[in-house]
């Protein structure tokens, strides 16, 4: 980064404020050379996730709205709040861990999926329903089906 004013990569910062409504750092640096200041607004790290959706436009990875995703499936089910939110860092965690900060929204579903899964058969079940986009009533009981297999194996 370099001043505005004079071009010198000598600067100072004088101020560091989280600025919550749009998730950025606002700093404010003094370049050493002109003494001449100046604001930047830099977006925080965890905005970074890019999600690339169905139609093939991209928007910011939103821990929000999976969380609401997953609280409609969860609806009167032994599902805690803790719970869900567990789900939602744990597949942040995973995005985040892989090379390329960029993720379909189908592979977040399936992520959530896998691990909704584990807790409650039922919420997993609308969740997916929503996700996969079953084409049809038999689609549907196909995935009813293998549970039920599943469940047998154990
Ligand atoms: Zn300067």
Same mark, same amino acid.
């Given at each position: 980064? =370099? /001043?505005? &004013?004079?071009? @010198? !990569?000598?600067?100072?910062?004088?101020? @560091?404020?989280?600025?919550?409504?749009?998730? +950025?750092? #606002?700093?404010?640096?003094?370049?050493?050379? /002109?003494?001449?200041?100046?604001?930047?607004? %830099?977006?925080?790290?965890?905005?970074?996730?890019?999600?690339?959706? #169905?139609?093939?436009?991209?928007?910011?990875?939103? #821990?929000?709205?999976?969380?609401?995703?997953?609280?409609?499936?969860?609806?009167?089910?032994?599902?805690? +709040?803790?719970?869900?939110? %567990?789900?939602?860092?744990?597949?942040? #965690?995973?995005?985040? =861990? @892989?090379?390329?900060?960029?993720? !379909? !929204?189908?592979?977040?579903?399936?992520?959530?999926?896998?691990?909704?899964?584990?807790?409650?058969?039922?919420? &997993?079940?609308?969740?997916? @329903?929503?996700?996969?986009?079953?084409?049809?009533? =038999?689609?549907?009981?196909?995935?009813?089906?293998?549970?039920? %297999?599943?469940?047998?194996?154990?």
């Amino acid at each position: 980064m =370099n /001043c505005p &004013y004079c071009g @010198s !990569s000598d600067l100072r910062v004088i101020d @560091s404020r989280h600025v919550e409504e749009d998730n +950025t750092i #606002k700093r404010r640096r003094e370049c050493e050379s /002109c003494k001449k200041r100046f604001s930047t607004f %830099e977006m925080i790290q965890e905005a970074s996730i890019i999600v690339i959706k #169905k139609d093939g436009s991209r928007e910011f990875f939103d #821990k929000n709205k999976i969380l609401r995703g997953i609280v409609r499936s969860c609806q009167k089910r032994p599902v805690s +709040t803790k719970q869900m939110e %567990e789900i939602v860092s744990d597949v942040e #965690k995973h995005i985040l =861990n @892989s090379p390329d900060k960029e993720v !379909s !929204s189908n592979q977040i579903g399936e992520l959530v999926i896998s691990r909704l899964k584990k807790l409650d058969v039922v919420s &997993y079940v609308r969740f997916a @329903s929503v996700y996969r986009e079953f084409k049809d009533v =038999n689609s549907f009981f196909d995935e009813l089906n293998s549970i039920v %297999e599943s469940e047998k194996e154990l």
